[in-house]
């Protein structure tokens, strides 16, 4: 617990006070060990996964093993071209995989959800029913490239154009929200470290 | 104003947020609809039935997540809900030992590979959620501790998404997606989320592909509130509320130097 909370005092002496080389020792342990536990990580979840299936006899978990070593080349132009195979690979897969349920859920799902009558119409129901319709057909039209932003399509795109302003600053907003809740956090911690509020 | 320092700022906010933990508020919570299902939902299930915990959250987010997470988890238990825990998270471990000191139920009440098990981390992202959702045996040989799945009885029970009666995802990114994708869409499976408060961009799916979501330290307040027992959630409310209004007060200011500011240049 005190190394926790030295290592954040540490961490939190580069806003409040300057940088300091307390701020640059805790800076770099915590690189240090999350790139360790990453590596052991790895490298155990390596181990059960693909060289213990092949010390059982299952050889076909070769195919990824040096697939993977082949992701090494990358750093070495010469041979650089040979990554590529197991990159396409890995985009192909991962693209095909995302495809499968992105489609109902993300396009379709989203369109019947915006255009679908609220079920309980209360007034407030029917203001986030319209406010919400209105927002994605502006939206949409702002990304509309192939016809010029004017005459009937200028206000509708400008309308548009706020309406992502305005989600773009709530995205924002709840970013500080999470940064908030993450100090208040580490304060608690330091409030219960030095007894001034009792561990739960 | 724009010439003060903005240490002045951060000293100020981090003075702001002790007070509350000094002297509680005591600000009423109001519990969310998206908070209520997953509730209700955990309600009508009992010892058939099978929870996953999904961690795809790191230790850094435990400041958000662990009073949901903690709360959630002692409902399970306390319906006698059968958890299955794995994640794709490196440090994943140290969540899981804080959930099982915060619900002490884990180890005395429930039996290890009967009433929960912790199958450790995987790593794949979308196709290693997405290949779950088909044989969960073909990913997972043998849980955190080495055994053998073949020994692990509720894992005999569990082969697939449909074995599944929820999926709770902790998460701090995009694998709320994944399950939504390929558990929700693909098998039918419901799916929550616990979520930060960045996660409210998944709002949109629900509640059509996803039945609950408990946002940042205001859905594990929430969900404490329902479950009777309050805990750090509720504390730590009131420090964010505060801290929440700084903020605010603080760009009203920003912007009001702003203008004066450029009105003194015209």
Do not use: C
């Not at chain 2, 039935?49 to 409902?75: T, Y």
């Not at chain 2, 440090?91 to 099982?100: A, K």
């Not at chain 2, 999926?167 to 799916?191: E, M, Q």
Request: no cysteine; hydrophobic share 50%; charged share 15%.
């Amino acid at each position: 617990m005190w190394t926790s909370m030295l290592l954040t005092l540490a961490t939190y002496s580069y806003v409040l006070y300057k940088d300091t080389a307390a701020f640059r020792f805790a800076e770099h342990s915590f690189m240090a060990t999350t790139f360790a536990v990453a590596v052991v990580v790895a490298y155990q979840t390596l181990v059960s996964n693909a060289f213990l299936p092949i010390a059982k006899g299952d050889f076909s978990y070769i195919i990824p093993i040096v697939l993977g070593l082949l992701l090494y080349t990358l750093p070495f132009k010469r041979v650089r071209w040979v990554s590529r195979y197991p990159l396409a690979i890995i985009v192909g897969v991962g693209t095909g995989i995302a495809i499968r349920g992105a489609v109902h859920a993300q396009m379709v799902g989203q369109v019947l959800a915006a255009i679908t009558l609220p079920k309980t119409p209360t007034p407030m129901d029917w203001f986030n029913f319209f406010f919400s319709l209105i927002a994605f057909l502006t939206s949409t039209s702002y990304f509309v490239f192939t016809k010029e932003h004017k005459g009937l399509f200028k206000i509708p795109t400008q309308i548009g154009r706020y309406m992502l302003m305005l989600a773009l600053g709530s995205y924002f907003g709840n970013t500080i929200l999470f940064r908030m809740a993450m100090l208040s956090g580490r304060v608690e911690e330091l409030l219960k470290v030095f007894g001034i509020i009792p561990w739960r | 104003m724009a010439e003060v320092d903005r240490r002045v700022l951060y000293w100020g906010i981090f003075l702001v947020l002790v007070v509350p933990y000094l002297q509680p508020l005591g600000l009423p919570i109001t519990v969310q609809e998206t908070t209520k299902t997953l509730y209700d939902k955990i309600e009508t299930m009992g010892p058939k039935n099978i929870a996953l915990f999904s961690i795809a959250g790191g230790v850094s987010a435990w400041a958000e997540i662990q009073p949901s997470m903690v709360a959630v988890m002692r409902h399970l238990v306390r319906r006698e809900v059968k958890v299955v825990i794995w994640g794709f998270f490196t440090d994943q471990d140290l969540t899981v030992d804080m959930v099982v000191v915060s619900v002490p139920e884990l180890t005395t009440k429930y039996k290890y590979g009967e009433d929960w098990v912790y199958m450790g981390y995987l790593a794949g992202g979308e196709t290693a959620v997405a290949q779950l959702a088909s044989d969960v045996h073909a990913v997972f040989k043998a849980d955190k501790y080495g055994t053998p799945i073949e020994k692990l009885s509720l894992m005999q029970r569990v082969k697939s998404a449909k074995d599944i009666d929820l999926v709770l995802t902790i998460d701090t990114g995009s694998y709320i997606g994944y399950y939504i994708r390929h558990w929700n869409v693909g098998k039918g499976t419901p799916v929550a989320e616990i979520g930060i408060a960045m996660q409210t961009e998944w709002l949109p799916y629900y509640p059509a592909n996803l039945m609950a979501i408990l946002i940042g330290v205001r859905g594990g307040a929430e969900y404490e509130k329902l479950i009777g027992r309050l805990g750090d959630g509720t504390v730590r409310m009131d420090a964010i509320s505060v801290s929440h209004l700084v903020v605010i007060i603080v760009i009203i200011l920003a912007n009001l130097g702003y203008v004066m500011t450029r009105r003194e240049k015209k």
